[in-house]
């Protein structure tokens, strides 16, 4: 390992701050995936109460906000560990083409999909 140049910034480097923008939109992201959540679970929860036949007009207020975001979480991740499934079975289904297909795939990402099908077309 080569130690850092004189004029080389590092990791740590005080020049390198975030500004109030990145700051801005991580709050935006955060707040939002909160809410998110909070929606899921709201709506699990009132799927629930109307499939029990419970008043849900009267039930929703009784309802303790931290239940709600459980709620709407434990549906998240199970969506993402559904998601991570799927991806696992595509990459599995496709692996064993990826010789006979590379050039096709990396023709579509480097053109764009209209010019890698007029390139496979010549």
Known sequence: MQPPEAG???VGDASRRADGLEVLE???VLVAAIAYIHVIGWVITWVRLTA???PVDASLPMIDNQILFLAGLRLVVVMAIV???????????HVWT????????????KHGRVAAAKLAGQ
């Open 83 to 93: 998601f991570a499934a799927m991806c696992a079975v595509s990459w599995a289904v």
């Open 52 to 54: 029990a036949r419970v």
């Open 8 to 10: 080389a910034t590092s």
């Open 26 to 28: 991580l709050l935006l």
């Open 98 to 109: 990826w010789e006979h297909r590379a050039p096709e795939w990396r023709s579509v990402i």
